[in-house]
């Protein structure tokens, strides 16, 4: 992060999970750049933390698994700003690790619920917002994951809805196209946050051929970087996937 004042813009931003980790830097990377950003995420403490005293980010408490909470957090963004240029979709979570006999139907759903349900919530929202302003148009990212590609042991339920997210992604950009309305993609590895702590240090990851091992990672504001890149191409420019 650089120490020099943002540029002021008129573009608006939302990002959700943005209480902590990917969703916290790619914020301030926002914020950094100049966007006002709306701060989405269950908890209103650590959105705050998140806020960093910065005017320009509205914190709002929303569960995205909750279509009301959902749709009334992207209307007071719109009541506050006018208009929604990129949303970072990027709620998520990791279920309970289990081998997929073992699985539980709860523990399936929950995922299912944040991970796809909650997704396609915030997208649809977001959709809706950039079809129906003027001008038309906007940016969709969604937060795959290196599981939409290839699973982990023991993680049905976030590989199962990771690879969903890229079917999501692909569909929003298709049926975008009238509006305006680009989508796209990143499919971030391990980059140093809470979440792939025990990737990390303790006895390490899980592998495929039964042994543990700890794995490298990368620091979780080139994450931010990436995202801003994404954000600030050009209306006529797709990055499907990052």
Same mark, same amino acid.
């Given at each position: 992060?650089?120490?020099?004042?943002?540029? +002021?813009?008129?573009?608006?931003a939302v990002v959700t999970?943005?209480?902590?980790?990917?969703?916290?830097?790619?914020?301030?990377?926002?914020?950094?750049?100049?966007?006002?950003?709306?701060?989405?995420?269950?908890?209103?403490?650590?959105?705050?933390?998140?806020?960093?005293?910065?005017? *320009?980010?509205?914190?709002?408490?929303?569960?995205?698994?909750?279509?009301?909470?959902?749709?009334?957090?992207?209307?007071?963004?719109?009541?506050?700003?006018? *208009?929604?240029?990129?949303?970072?979709?990027?709620?998520?979570?990791?279920?309970?690790?289990?081998?997929?006999?073992?699985?539980s139907s709860s523990d399936?759903?929950?995922?299912?619920? !944040?991970?796809?349900?909650?997704?396609?919530?915030?997208?649809?929202?977001?959709?809706?917002?950039?079809?129906?302003?003027? +001008?038309?148009?906007?940016?969709?990212?969604?937060?795959?994951?290196?599981?939409?590609?290839?699973?982990?042991?023991?993680?049905?339920?976030?590989?199962?809805?990771?690879?969903?997210?890229?079917?999501?992604?692909?569909?929003?950009?298709?049926?975008?196209?009238?509006?305006?309305?680009?989508?796209?993609?990143?499919?971030?590895?391990?980059?140093?946050?809470?979440? !792939?702590?025990?990737?990390?240090?303790?006895?390490?990851?899980?592998?495929?051929?039964?042994?543990?091992?700890?794995? +490298?990672?990368?620091?979780?504001?080139?994450?931010?970087?990436?995202?801003?890149?994404?954000?600030?191409?050009?209306?006529?420019?797709? !990055?499907?996937?990052?």
């Amino acid at each position: 992060m650089t120490d020099t004042p943002p540029v +002021p813009h008129d573009r608006i931003a939302v990002v959700t999970g943005a209480g902590s980790g990917i969703g916290r830097a790619v914020a301030r990377a926002l914020l950094a750049d100049g966007y006002r950003v709306a701060l989405l995420g269950r908890r209103l403490d650590p959105l705050v933390e998140t806020a960093a005293g910065d005017e *320009r980010a509205l914190p709002i408490a929303v569960d995205v698994t909750m279509e009301a909470d959902v749709r009334d957090g992207f209307a007071r963004v719109v009541e506050r700003w006018g *208009r929604i240029d990129v949303v970072f979709n990027n709620a998520g979570i990791t279920g309970e690790s289990a081998s997929f006999g073992d699985l539980s139907s709860s523990d399936w759903q929950a995922v299912v619920d !944040v991970n796809l349900t909650g997704a396609m919530l915030v997208a649809r929202e977001a959709f809706r917002a950039m079809r129906d302003q003027t +001008p038309q148009g906007g940016r969709i990212i969604n937060n795959g994951s290196i599981a939409a590609h290839s699973p982990r042991p023991n993680s049905a339920p976030y590989t199962a809805t990771k690879h969903a997210v890229t079917g999501l992604t692909k569909q929003i950009e298709l049926d975008g196209r009238p509006f305006g309305i680009t989508a796209g993609q990143i499919d971030i590895g391990n980059t140093a946050t809470q979440l !792939v702590s025990s990737f990390t240090e303790g006895p390490g990851a899980l592998q495929a051929n039964g042994t543990r091992m700890h794995e +490298p990672s990368f620091p979780v504001e080139e994450v931010g970087e990436a995202v801003l890149f994404m954000a600030n191409r050009g209306s006529r420019t797709t !990055v499907t996937c990052l």
